[in-house]
């Protein structure tokens, strides 16, 4: 599917270029990807493919079959674009169906949210389609959005304020709770080196522990029925509040997607 498709990206920064890194890695020949950025900066990706990068936005759009908007949300309004024919894909923060369709003029639209982790295959993106997207520009889609990871088609538009909280910033959150056991480490006395690889390496194993055992839910009942010392801590972390203060976290974080 890839093999057969276009791919232009309008945007090289974090999350662009990670996008095109993955999509080459995911099976995406390097003639078929096209890279604009308005400084016209050459972007470097591993592996040495030539793909064509340019700062016209219309040769890019003439030679695309699919456009992936992937711009800082500001940037949008200064965009000078027609692209009415292609398949549009955004993973801009904060820019709606609608906004799509007035930034870009096309009638077929996929509002996405994914992450950096795109570059490794290891990217989560949720999208929701307009309207006039068809069941091919559906394939399409999630050929795109599964050579650089998971993928699910979500229905509701809504959810993707709550995507871009929740698994758009990587590592994000689960960076700050690891930055939090570092912390403690330290002021127990362990050296700082010692305590972040220590950390790095428990949550480099516990994902892949929750990517193919138990639901999390289940992992930690079973902590807690075990009764160890685990459990004294999870059953402290559940009786100080932590559920409420990370879910309000996650809410300004989705606030903030709403509004920016």
């Not at 099976?27 to 064509?52: C, D, F, I, K, Q």
């Not at 990217?123 to 309207?131: D, E, I, S």
């Not at 399409?140 to 959810?159: L, N, P, Q």
Request: glycine letters at 12%; aromatic letters at 4%.
């Amino acid at each position: 599917m890839l093999s057969e498709i276009t791919v232009g990206v309008i945007g090289t920064g974090q999350l662009g270029r990670a996008m095109a890194q993955g999509l080459l890695m995911g099976g995406l020949p390097g003639s078929n990807l096209w890279l604009a950025n308005r400084s016209g900066a050459p972007v470097t990706l591993e592996g040495g493919a030539a793909v064509t990068q340019t700062t016209d936005l219309a040769a890019l759009g003439a030679a695309c079959d699919v456009v992936v908007l992937a711009v800082p949300p500001a940037v949008v309004p200064s965009l000078s674009l027609e692209l009415r024919d292609r398949l549009v894909l955004s993973v801009v923060a904060g820019l709606t169906l609608d906004g799509m369709r007035h930034a870009t003029g096309a009638h077929r639209v996929i509002r996405a949210m994914s992450n950096p982790a795109a570059e490794r295959r290891l990217a989560y993106t949720p999208w929701v389609a307009g309207g006039a997207v068809t069941a091919e520009d559906r394939a399409t889609a999630t050929a795109i959005f599964g050579a650089i990871g998971v993928t699910d088609e979500i229905t509701d538009e809504a959810h993707i304020d709550d995507f871009t909280a929740l698994t758009g910033p990587v590592p994000g959150f689960v960076a700050y709770f690891a930055d939090s056991m570092i912390r403690h480490a330290t002021a127990q006395g362990i050296p700082e080196e010692i305590a972040t690889r220590a950390i790095r390496q428990l949550f480099l194993a516990s994902g892949q522990m929750l990517k193919e055992g138990a639901t999390p839910a289940g992992q930690v009942q079973e902590m807690v029925d075990y009764a160890g010392t685990t459990a004294a801590g999870l059953t402290h972390l559940r009786r100080g509040g932590f559920d409420a203060a990370l879910s309000e976290a996650l809410l300004a974080a989705t606030e903030k997607a709403r509004t920016i």
